[in-house]
């Protein structure tokens, strides 16, 4: 290639950057909104759950566990977990996950709530 075309390749590219960047940040920036937890798609909600699932087998404390899973709103903790098990059955997480959700769902529905 002659030197002019690299010229023209790179200048081409710059000025595409430069038109990105500026559509981007001053003509049509992104605009966050302050949503909660319970707004997340029932996917990511089942992922989240299944997080919770992972620490509360490390941690075994049921109360830590239904603070994490008060994000989700006016549902009760057991209900949440069992949530996130039937979506978990319904779309092929694996047989690990599925028993961690499980033993998360056995924990919240024993778990009274009330501190010692």
């Known amino acids: 290639m002659?030197?002019?075309?690299w010229i023209f390749v790179i200048v081409t590219f710059l000025?595409?950057?430069?038109a990105g960047l500026a559509y981007g940040w001053i003509i049509d920036p992104v605009e966050f909104f302050d949503l909660t937890p319970d707004t997340l798609r029932a996917d990511y909600k089942s992922d989240?759950?299944?997080m919770v699932a992972e620490a509360y087998r490390l941690e075994q404390d049921p109360g830590t566990a239904a603070r994490r899973l008060a994000v989700f709103g006016a549902q009760s903790p057991s209900a949440i977990a069992s949530d996130a098990l039937d979506y978990a059955r319904t779309n092929g997480f694996s047989?690990?996950?599925?028993l961690l959700l499980q033993e998360l769902v056995t924990a919240m529905q024993a778990w009274s709530g009330i501190s010692p």
Do not use: A, C, T
Request: charged share 25%.
């Open 48 to 50: 989240y759950v299944l």
């Open 2 to 5: 002659k030197p002019i075309r």
């Open 15 to 18: 000025i595409g950057i430069g």
């Open 95 to 98: 047989d690990s996950d599925i």
